[in-house]
C-alpha cells in the first residue's frame, strides 16, 4: 500500500478543525438533550396521565427511529413548515439534541426510580410538596448517579454525531469526504479520522471510567 503522508499533512488542518466541531457540536447537542431529557424523565414520572403519555411517546418515536431519518427531517422537512432553509449547523444540532433528548430520559428515569421511595415518603411527611422533594432530595442524589450513564451518553454521541455529514455540515467525517473528494485516496482520507475519532472516544471513555471510580462508594466494613 503506497500511503501518501504528504496528503495527511497537506489537509491536517481541515482533519483538526472537524475533530474539534464534532467535539463542540456533540458538547451542545448532550447539553441540551439532558435538559430535554430532564423534562421528559419527570414528564414519564409524572402522576399526570396526558403528560405521561406524551413523554412516553416522544421517548418511543425517537428512540424507534433512526437518527438518520431524523436529521433528513429536521433539515429538509422543517423548512417546508417554517418556510426558509436551516443551515446545516442548525439542523444539525437539533436532530443530535433531540435524539440524545430521549436516551438521556431514560437514563435519568432510571437515575430517579434507583431511589428509595423511602426517601420521597419521609420527604412528604416531613411537610414537603412533591415538587420541593424532587427538587431537594430525590434529583441531587439521582444526578450524582447518572453522571456516569451520561459520559457514555456522550461517547455515543461523540461517534453518532458522523451522520450529519450528509447535511454537509463540516465535522470530522465530512472532512475524510472532503479529502477523498479532493485526492481520490481512500486511506489517507480515511485513516486520520478514523485514528482522531478513536483518540477522542479513548480520553472520553478513560475520563468517564475515572469518574465512576471517584464517585464509587467504598463499603463499609
Not at 467535539?23 to 402522576?47: D, E
Request: proline share 5%.
Amino acid at each position: 500500500m503506497d500511503f501518501k503522508w504528504n496528503i495527511v499533512q497537506d489537509y491536517a488542518d481541515l482533519f483538526l478543525v472537524g475533530g474539534w466541531t464534532t467535539v463542540k457540536v456533540t458538547a451542545i447537542s448532550v447539553m441540551i438533550g439532558t435538559f430535554i431529557g430532564l423534562f421528559i424523565a419527570l414528564g414519564r414520572l409524572s402522576h399526570l396521565k396526558p403528560l405521561r403519555w406524551l413523554a412516553t411517546l416522544y421517548t418511543d418515536v425517537i428512540r424507534g427511529t433512526p437518527l438518520l431519518v431524523q436529521i433528513f427531517i429536521v433539515h429538509l422537512g422543517a423548512p417546508k413548515l417554517i418556510g426558509q432553509s436551516l443551515p446545516a449547523m442548525t439542523s444539525g444540532l437539533i436532530a443530535l439534541s433531540v435524539n440524545s433528548g430521549a436516551y438521556v430520559a431514560e437514563i435519568f428515569r432510571a437515575g430517579i426510580q434507583s431511589i428509595d421511595k423511602g426517601q420521597m415518603e419521609a420527604s412528604r411527611s416531613l411537610g414537603m410538596t412533591y415538587a420541593q422533594a424532587m427538587r431537594f432530595i430525590i434529583l441531587p442524589q439521582a444526578f450524582r448517579r447518572v453522571i456516569p450513564p451520561l459520559g457514555n451518553e456522550f461517547i455515543a454521541m461523540l461517534k453518532d454525531s458522523s451522520l450529519v455529514s450528509v447535511i454537509s455540515l463540516p465535522e470530522l467525517t465530512m472532512a475524510g469526504r472532503t479529502v477523498l473528494g479532493s485526492t481520490a485516496r481512500v486511506w489517507e482520507a480515511w485513516l486520520p479520522v478514523a485514528a482522531i475519532y478513536l483518540t477522542l472516544t479513548l480520553v472520553f471513555s478513560r475520563v468517564v471510567a475515572w469518574y465512576e471510580e471517584k464517585l464509587a462508594v467504598k463499603p463499609h466494613r
